[in-house]
């Protein structure tokens, strides 16, 4: 089954009504207003700050999607938080959980990220539900560990995966300029592949696309997207600029 190919922009805690309205323009016009990128399909999905959701909506061309970069499992007395319930009534489809910075800076736990990326299902979000191991886990040997730890608590409870797309994002790699080569993406991507097929299903494990995020840029993206397992990418830095595009168009090669 083919896997279709999934970019993501995650633009964290940046831009501004100007910088947003700038940067969208010159994609649009880049891109023909986003209508066709070397013939393939590809789906385009940009995560901005919760405020600029909308402004973002309005600019962006005319097939990139927009996602929310976390959410929160209730409606009611949590002040300053965002229910996955208000991400669908504004029409947003897709919304990031488990992120490293959600993680690490604000303490998120495996079953927080699992609740997160469960009741955003249930509402009717896709979810980009990331994993990834620190330096300090890789360098101990327990890359997989830590990863397969971070997917089961999520796959746990999954009930669609239809709306899951998995970002092995090696924290390492995040924002330093370190990407993993692409035979250590390769690596991983290949393993939490076989722990869906043995632990969820085969079918699951053929069509969920996982995805790699970690300094990718237009220079390193295309080798990247060689890789058998590689399904895409979640950039962070490089989506806050015009050549962005390139790194949507690397899946053509
Ligand atoms: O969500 C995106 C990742 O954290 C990667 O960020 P980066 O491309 O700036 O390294």
Redesign the pocket.
């Known amino acids: 089954m083919t896997r279709t190919f999934f970019v993501?922009g995650?633009w964290?805690c940046n831009s501004t009504v100007k910088s947003i309205t700038e940067l969208c323009a010159s994609w649009k016009e880049s891109t023909d207003n986003g209508a066709k990128y070397s013939g393939k399909p590809v789906e385009i999905v940009i995560a901005p700050p919760s405020i600029y959701a909308q402004t973002a909506k309005d600019a962006l061309p005319a097939n990139f999607q927009v996602s929310l970069q976390d959410c929160y499992s209730s409606t009611g007395a949590f002040t300053g938080e965002i229910a996955a319930d208000m991400i669908v009534d504004m029409g947003i489809p897709w919304v990031?959980t488990g992120?490293?910075?959600r993680r690490t800076i604000f303490k998120e736990t495996d079953e927080v990220v699992a609740t997160k990326t469960a009741y955003a299902i249930s509402k009717g979000l896709s979810v980009i539900a990331?994993i990834g191991e620190l330096l300090e886990e890789r360098e101990a040997g327990k890359t997989l560990e830590v990863n397969e730890r971070q997917l089961s608590a999520i796959a746990a409870t999954v009930t669609d995966w239809s709306k899951v797309v998995i970002?092995y994002?090696p924290v390492w790699?995040?924002?330093?300029g370190k990407v993993a080569t692409p035979e250590q993406a390769q690596e991983v991507h290949a393993a939490l592949r076989a722990w869906l097929s043995t632990n969820v299903n085969p079918e699951v494990a053929e069509s969920t696309r996982i995805i790699y995020?970690?300094?990718?840029?237009p220079a390193n993206a295309n080798e990247l997207a060689g890789q058998a397992d590689i399904d895409g990418f979640?950039?962070?830095?490089?989506?806050l600029k015009p050549d962005f595009i390139s790194v949507i168009d690397s899946y053509a090669v």
Do not use: M, Y
Request: proline share 0%; glycine share 24%.
């Open positions: 993501g995650n964290k990031i992120h490293s910075e990331c970002a994002e790699a995040i924002g330093t995020g970690g300094s990718v840029k979640l950039v962070g830095g490089a989506s």
